[in-house]
């Protein structure tokens, strides 16, 4: 049966194949190739679908319909706008630093395929089982407000400068909750490892497991990352109507590309990292004492279930982008320190005694 | 303690007024009937336009051929951009008084802006807005448009 090969046998096929040609170098050198090129292809294919999904959900929340014109149901329209992007010329203003203003959208995109290294998508499918996944992911996936501060500073652009500044404020600001959040289950499951988050969770997500603590941390988590990616309704980093575009004003072409790819593939690493720790990675949803219904849900392939909670996450901040009004810069700060910071500090002392007193599952 | 009790209830009101918006949203997502958008050129033979939806200033004609302009001008001057041209000839009705009679109302819809204000200064209501649209012409001069219609008078109602 087809479902019973997993990931992992495939993967040893191909390295038994390329070790037949191969010396052992060169065998490396291959698959480091392949693995990039399969993480290009699935980031440019989610990105395609989250286009897709973000125009159809804005549009129907907008009583509009959203891409209709190009394909069925505007479903090419991604495609026409990525050509459209490749024929453009990537223009430079006068004034630009010019080394900084190309290296920019470069720094932005390489920090979201660095973050994509310790995923687990399915079993047996991961890079890098790395021992401390979560914090490399979220210190990589901060090192990318210095390419938005890049852009911002050398287009010698007063937006683009504002633009760039407050999404450091920003970044470095929420970046604190985002980490707490996570901390309340890392200390629950006591690894930092995203193998080893998985794998506590088969049997209960930790959502459900962690009782109360986890749930609020899943709050604050969706909250903190919404103002990490600088999406509405905290995207005062872009805020179209006062700014124009923010950092990336002058960008154009594929240079500008580069930068809304990089929006989304940090979109996608963050509800993978609230997947992986929050909603049990790839485990299927099993309720216990169910056991026909827990037979059953293991019949959904392990990575379906990734991706569908990866969706899950996915819609619940595009909802949040088109329901909510911008914050003002003073809300936003007020936000954070007066209300997430505490308040999760306060959720891990919780989530520590709830742990040393055994009451998680 | 009052400080802590108003940090936390503003905690509640805000998930709570946030997610009335949700609600609202969602609902729009999930119900595709609330969608307002038209496939224009697609769905013409059933195209809804709002009765309300400014297309063209008309003026209004009864089954009489009569209009109720008095060519008071009021229109004209009230028009920002200079899209109205009245024209009035003097006529010397029976009992010897000269009164004034349209001639002419010239409307250029290249130049309308459709606020509808000449049709807030009408004192007699004499003109309004419709909801026709699909103006484009060739040549510019054919939106320089005479609205009285060929033989059209002015009502004989008397005010009291
Ligand atoms: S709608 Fe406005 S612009 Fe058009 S004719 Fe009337 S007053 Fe002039
Ligand atoms: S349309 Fe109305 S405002 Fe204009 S000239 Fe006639 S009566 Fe006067």
């Known amino acids: 049966m087809i479902l019973m090969i997993g990931f992992k046998d495939i993967t040893l096929w191909i390295h038994q194949m390329l070790s037949g040609y191969l010396n052992p170098g060169w065998v490396v050198a291959s698959e480091a190739l392949l693995v990039g090129l399969a993480m290009i292809l699935l980031v440019v294919i989610m990105a395609v679908a ?17 891409p209709m014109r190009v394909g069925l149901w505007g479903s090419m329209q991604a495609f026409a706008d990525v050509l459209k992007l490749l024929l453009k010329e990537c223009l430079t203003p006068n004034g630009a630093d010019k080394l900084l203003f190309s290296l920019a959208p470069f720094v932005v995109l390489t920090v979201s395929f660095l973050a994509l290294a310790p995923f687990s998508f399915a079993p047996g499918l991961q890079l890098w089982d790395l021992n401390i996944g979560v914090l490399y992911i979220s210190a990589v996936s901060s090192i990318g407000v210095i390419g938005i501060l890049m852009a ?9 400068l504002l633009g760039g500044m407050r999404s450091g404020a920003q970044i470095v600001s929420y970046e604190l909750s985002a980490g707490l959040s996570i ?6 499951c006591g690894s930092l490892s995203i193998h080893d988050i998985i794998l506590s969770q088969s049997d209960g997500w930790w959502i459900f497991k962690g009782h109360l ?19 509405a309704p905290f995207d005062l980093a872009e805020a179209e109507q006062e700014l124009t575009a923010g950092f990336h004003t002058e960008y154009s072409g594929m240079q500008f590309a580069m930068f809304f790819l990089a929006e989304y593939t940090n979109m996608f690493i963050v509800s993978m990292v609230g997947t992986t720790v ?19 849900m293991d019949y959904v392939p392990s990575f379906i279930w990734f991706f569908g909670k990866t969706f899950f996450i996915l819609f619940l901040i595009m909802w949040f982008r088109w329901t909510f009004p911008r914050m003002r810069i003073d ?11 505490p308040l999760s500090i306060i959720n891990i002392v919780i989530a520590a005694f709830i742990t040393i007193m055994g009451w998680h599952f | 303690m009052k400080a802590l009790f108003r940090y936390f209830s503003s905690i509640f009101s805000a998930f709570k007024s946030l ?18 958008t038209q496939q224009y050129p697609e769905n013409r033979k059933t195209l809804y336009i709002p009765e309300a939806f400014k297309g063209e200033v008309v003026l209004i004609h009864d089954e009489n051929n009569e209009h109720g302009c008095t060519a008071c001008r009021m229109c004209e001057m009230t028009c920002p951009n200079g899209t109205i041209k009245i024209t009035s000839i003097t006529e010397e009705t029976e009992d010897g008084k ?36 699909e103006h484009s012409v060739y040549d510019r001069k054919e939106l320089i448009k005479k609205l009285n219609h060929p033989g059209s008078k002015l009502k004989s109602t008397k005010k009291i």
């Open chain 1, 152 to 160: 911002g500073w050398s287009s010698n652009n007063k937006y683009s």
């Open chain 1, 50 to 66: 989250m286009i897709y999904m973000e125009r159809k959900v804005a549009g129907f929340m907008q009583l509009r319909l959203g």
């Open chain 1, 213 to 231: 603590p986890a749930m609020f941390a899943f709050v604050v988590f969706v909250i903190a990352s919404t103002a990490e990616l600088n999406r």
């Open chain 2, 19 to 36: 997610w009335t918006g949700m609600r609202l949203t969602f609902y729009y997502l999930s119900h595709p009937k609330t969608i307002l």
């Open chain 1, 183 to 188: 901390i309340a289950i890392v200390i629950m």
């Open chain 1, 331 to 341: 809300q936003l700060l007020k936000l954070e320190w007066k209300y997430l910071l």
């Open chain 2, 98 to 133: 000269k009164k004034k009679i349209l001639d002419e109302w010239i409307y250029n819809l290249g130049m309308c802006t459709f606020c509808a204000q000449c049709i807030e200064a009408c004192p007699q209501n004499a003109i309004k807005m419709q909801n026709t649209f």
């Open chain 1, 278 to 296: 929050f909603l049990g990675g790839w485990m299927p949803f099993h309720i216990v004492g169910f056991e026909a219904f827990n037979h059953l």
